[in-house]
């Protein structure tokens, strides 16, 4: 549980660029321990989604509402026509149908809502070495290919994606960007590697804002 704890502290910096000026009623999808409430205006009503119910318990404490469930769970239990900023942190990628929340999350959200978030990038410069020159691909505990990932993402499928669904994307770009020395042999392998395969593969992930 101790790791679990840790996974979800969530205060995420690095999409602080990607928070709309204005919003007033907030969703966040897998809150984890609230953290990123932290990063918004103090008045904003805020309601967190986290199936983990021992996570979702200390979540109560930094938020207003917490449902202690999944989304699809949830679903019933949230207000429609309501929220103007969802919050979705690396969760689109654990989602069975992300197509199907797509479509489900804009019923409880207000004309003009924003969405804000990360997704994994499955083109990471780490995840391809193992995959094109050790020819693996193995789950692990964490990253790219945690054992709970269901969906994996280009930035290019990403905004498929979105404009599948009519999403205005506003912002959208790579972050956690992995940087090699240059004083190494193994650096400049990775990095002639990356230079080969396109500058996507340097970032961890992307985060985005689109408007719903």
Not at 5 to 10: I, N, P, Q, T
Not at 87 to 101: A, G, T
Not at 185 to 198: N, R, V
């Amino acid at each position: 549980m101790n790791d679990l704890l840790k996974y979800h502290e969530g205060i995420r910096s690095e999409i602080l660029d990607f928070i709309p000026k204005k919003y007033a009623k907030v969703l966040e999808i897998g809150c984890g321990k609230g953290g990123f409430r932290k990063n918004l205006l103090l008045d904003c009503e805020y309601w967190g989604v986290e199936p983990y119910e021992q996570v979702a318990t200390i979540a109560l404490g930094e938020l207003d509402y917490v449902l202690a469930s999944t989304f699809d769970d949830a679903y019933d239990d949230l207000p429609d026509n309501y929220f103007d900023l969802v919050i979705c942190n690396d969760v689109i990628e654990h989602m069975d149908n992300h197509y199907k929340f797509y479509n489900k999350i804009q019923k409880k959200c207000v004309k003009d809502a924003y969405m804000i978030g990360s997704i994994p990038n499955v083109r990471y410069i780490s995840n391809l070495f193992e995959l094109l020159i050790k020819k693996d691909w193995k789950y692990k505990e964490e990253g790219i290919l945690d054992k709970t990932h269901l969906r994996f993402f280009t930035i290019k499928s990403i905004k498929h994606d979105f404009k599948l669904f009519n999403f205005k994307i506003e912002k959208l770009y790579g972050i956690n960007q992995i940087k090699f020395s240059k004083r190494t042999l193994s650096g400049w392998k990775m990095i002639l590697f990356q230079k080969i395969l396109g500058s996507d593969t340097r970032f961890l992930q992307f985060a985005f804002r689109i408007k719903l």
